[in-house]
């Protein structure tokens, strides 16, 4: 625990940071280069347009999931992350895609994530070597790709990756880049459920931390053992969604937020009700 405490410490530092910033630029640089060429890279590309013009469903792992609602998404395309599979003994749905890009996720969770069946599931690169994935676990990698800042309260979310097979763009959270997948696999309709976008540890533009130990951040058994080393950057967060919206709008496509209550205001929000059972485009 204290050496991951000094590690994040560590990765905050300005001076840190900027010491490495060349390193790092040429890192990111390289890396993307070789995963262009890698097997990962030509699977994810058989995704790209796979489901134009159809509809999926996006799960947070927000306290409002539950499996009730989830039954009601048997049958339709959806994307989950982290720890979802906490969930399944209360629902009998099951996602088709997983992800995780949290390093902490990860290092808690890698055993039962190579055990989990049914969904195509990726994890960031930078965890397959040190775990020792093997072909049986079925597991394929991704990279982010994203420019190097040093105050990383300054980061300000330009545009999204339309190539996932060569990088994801940095988005502060998995469900922005679950977002960008659906977008590359030809989605038109994208809704969003269980994404309360509320924490009890939250950094803002200034650097200003609050820390409010009532707000839950995830369904029961969705959450980390390490929790309270964990926080988001909340308006970056923000502002990474509308970014996606913006790019969305641009190019026809409508995501909505069928989430129960959360404070995630930047899409339009539908009923869960009113959306199932319906044909997608």
């Not at 629902?91 to 990860?106: F, H, L, S």
């Not at 300000?156 to 994801?168: P, Q």
């Amino acid at each position: 625990m204290k050496k991951l405490e000094t590690m994040l410490k560590l990765h905050e530092n300005k001076g840190v940071r900027l010491l490495c910033f060349p390193a790092v630029i040429l890192m990111k640089y390289v890396q993307r280069c070789r995963f262009s060429k890698t097997t990962d890279s030509y699977f994810i590309k058989t995704f790209k347009g796979k489901y134009k013009g159809k509809r999926c469903f996006i799960i947070g792992n927000g306290p409002s999931l539950t499996g009730e609602d989830l039954e009601l998404l048997k049958g339709e395309i959806s994307f989950a992350c982290n720890r979802i599979y906490n969930i399944f003994d209360k629902t009998t749905w099951r996602p088709d895609y997983w992800m995780c890009a949290d390093v902490e996720c990860t290092a808690d969770e890698i055993e039962n994530i190579k055990a989990l069946k049914g969904p195509v599931k990726f994890l960031r690169d930078v965890s397959l070597k040190k775990y020792k994935i093997k072909p049986e676990d079925e597991i394929h990698k991704f990279i982010i790709y994203d420019r190097f800042v040093i105050d990383r309260t300054k980061f300000v979310k330009e545009n999204i990756s339309t190539e996932c097979d060569k990088y994801f763009s940095h988005s502060c959270t998995v469900t922005c880049m679950e977002i960008e997948f659906a977008i590359y696999m030809g989605f038109k309709e994208i809704y969003l459920l269980g994404v309360d976008h509320n924490y009890p540890i939250s950094i803002d533009k200034n650097g200003k931390k609050t820390i409010d130990n009532t707000v839950v951040s995830h369904f029961a058994g969705g959450g980390s053992k390490t929790a309270a080393l964990h926080y988001i950057y909340l308006d970056i967060a923000t502002q990474c969604y509308q970014v996606y919206k913006d790019y969305a709008d641009a190019h026809g496509i409508h995501i909505y937020n069928a989430t129960r209550g959360g404070k995630l205001e930047v899409f339009e929000r539908v009923k869960l009700e009113d959306v199932v059972g319906q044909k997608g485009k």
